[in-house]
């Protein structure tokens, strides 16, 4: 029987929580931004760690998520290195950083079934 809540899914939670206070307050890349953690995965050998991440902003050009994802890259070694001296782990794992389309994709589905609403009162 497969435990609820596995090793890899508690570290992955630990470390989003963590690195969502590092970037907001210890991250000072413009390029960076209002960015939020939405979900961290982590590989069962915990080498490697793909956080996705999501903007603030209403307005985004694929040219700002890059840019957002090159600064966050850049700063991985520095956020590896922070993360290690509030968790207590024996590895740290690699951050690898991607772009969570998710919340834009709720916002798009949200404004269809508004229209959809509409247009069924508009036809009664």
Do not use: W
């Amino acid at each position: 029987m497969a435990r609820e809540f596995s090793r890899t899914n508690r570290i992955g939670e630990l470390i989003m929580r963590e690195l969502a206070q590092m970037i907001q307050h210890e991250v000072s890349d413009p390029r960076v931004g209002m960015v939020t953690v939405s979900h961290v995965d982590v590989t069962s050998d915990m080498k490697y760690a793909k956080v996705y991440v999501t903007r603030l902003t209403t307005t985004e050009s694929e040219q700002d998520i890059k840019e957002c994802l090159q600064g966050l890259s850049h700063a991985a070694g520095f956020l590896r290195r922070r993360l290690a001296g509030r968790v207590e782990l024996r590895n740290i794992p690699e951050l690898r950083f991607h772009y969570d389309k998710s919340l834009e994709h709720g916002f798009h589905m949200d404004e269809l079934i508004a229209k959809a609403n509409t247009d069924l009162a508009t036809d009664d």
